[in-house]
């Protein structure tokens, strides 16, 4: 088989994959996370075994740990959370009320003799104001309905567990079974990209997963310290997308600040508090949790991330944004073993040359 044929036939494989994805996307997710789940434990189990264990005890330690964490967090966060949505919710057409009271009062007039931009600016804020009492009602309604989003609840409460169960006891198997379907030919290659990929996966996922954690743990608790309304959200929201470099920590630290601003106007030492949390988790971050944690240079620019996120988002939904950075990283791999090969092949470096060096090992 030539090639070009070689290559025909993978793209079409490649292309049925992505489509079955597409199609399947709205119940991939209890798999995806089981798979990630087994992905990101399997190391632990293989060490459990090492000590001892076989691997259907060291499967079920890990199952067992996992679920009681997980069941433990729900139970703590998920009533928290939601009321902090509730109050959040009912709150920002005050908000947005006193926004526009305080322009209209103290920032307009010094700039607006006429009032026609202040005309202007009351009638949209007032517009916004009605808009987000609206969808707040909406979304409160949503928020506390029991339905299908319920039963999807539970569903992937179910599943998950079980598959990742499942996925954990055969992970060894599935990977030896899949390295002897690998074509004889580029098998070592293929095995040396998936050596890179788990590397970048292992250094950047993993690392900045903890980063988040550690991030969004320490941001809620200061919050919560300086008593900021909603800061166990705004806490938890800026350092789940830590994974970001800077986006977690302005977009937090706005939404923080802008809140303080509205609730804490008469006494400005809190706002500089607000501030000065992100200023410290920002610098935390840069100078010793993601250097310690991630490590050096994994090749995943934040652009590329952004893009990576807003185009799987798009294609594949909330599954798309879960598997959005560990697939961005996996691209990456492939992105730069074809440089690799663009560059040490004749295309790059002229036909002339490759033939006088091949001229030279004869």
């Known amino acids: 088989m030539t090639l070009r044929e070689q290559a025909s036939w993978w793209g079409l494989g490649l292309a049925v994959f992505v489509l079955l994805l597409v199609l399947f996307s709205n119940v991939l997710f209890p798999f995806v996370l089981a798979a990630a789940i087994a992905y990101f434990t399997d190391p632990v189990a293989d060490r459990l075994e090492r000590r001892g264990f ?92 029991i339905g299908a989003a319920g039963v999807n609840f539970l569903t992937l409460m179910v599943i998950t567990p079980v598959v990742a169960f499942y996925l954990l006891l055969d992970w060894d198997h599935m ?5 002897d379907l690998l074509p004889r030919p580029h098998a070592e290659t293929i095995r040396e990209l ?16 903890t980063v988040c954690l550690i991030l969004g743990a320490f941001y809620a608790a200061a919050l919560i310290a300086i008593q ?35 609730y804490f106007w008469s006494d400005p030492i809190w706002i500089g508090a607000v501030a000065l949390v992100f200023v410290i988790g920002q610098a935390v971050e840069g100078n010793f949790l993601t250097p310690k944690l991630v490590g050096g240079s994994v090749g995943l620019h934040p ?19 879960l598997i959005a950075v560990p697939a961005a990283a996996v691209i990456g791999v492939f992105l730069r073993f074809s440089i690799e090969q663009y560059k040490s092949g004749r295309l790059y470096r002229g036909v002339g040359e490759a033939a006088r060096e091949k001229d030279i090992d004869l």
């Not at 998936?194 to 997963?209: I, Y």
């Not at 929201?237 to 977009?251: D, E, K, Q, T």
Request: hydrophobic share 60%; net charge positive; glycine share 12%.
């Open 228 to 262: 900021l309304p909603f800061g166990l959200l705004i806490g938890l929201f800026a350092g789940l997308i830590s994974f970001i470099p800077f986006v977690g920590s302005i977009l937090g630290g706005a939404l923080s600040i802008g809140v303080a601003i509205f």
């Open 54 to 145: 076989s691997r259907v005890a060291s499967t079920v330690i890990i199952t067992t740990v996992v679920i009681v964490v997980a069941v433990v967090a729900l139970m703590i966060l998920v009533p928290l959370l939601v009321n902090q949505v509730r109050l959040a919710v009912e709150a920002a057409p005050e908000i947005v009320g006193g926004l526009r009271t305080f322009l209209e009062t103290k920032v307009l007039p010094r700039i607006d003799e006429e009032g026609a931009v202040g005309k202007v600016v009351g009638e949209a804020l007032a517009e916004a104001q009605g808009r987000i009492r609206e969808f707040g009602v909406a979304a409160l309604q949503q928020l506390l309905s």
């Open 194 to 209: 998936a050596r890179r990929s788990d590397r970048v996966l292992a250094g950047f996922v993993r690392g900045q997963l």
């Open 303 to 321: 652009v590329w991330l952004m893009f990576a996120l807003s185009a799987f988002g798009a294609l594949f939904g909330f599954t798309g944004l």
């Open 175 to 179: 990977v030896a079974r899949v390295d």
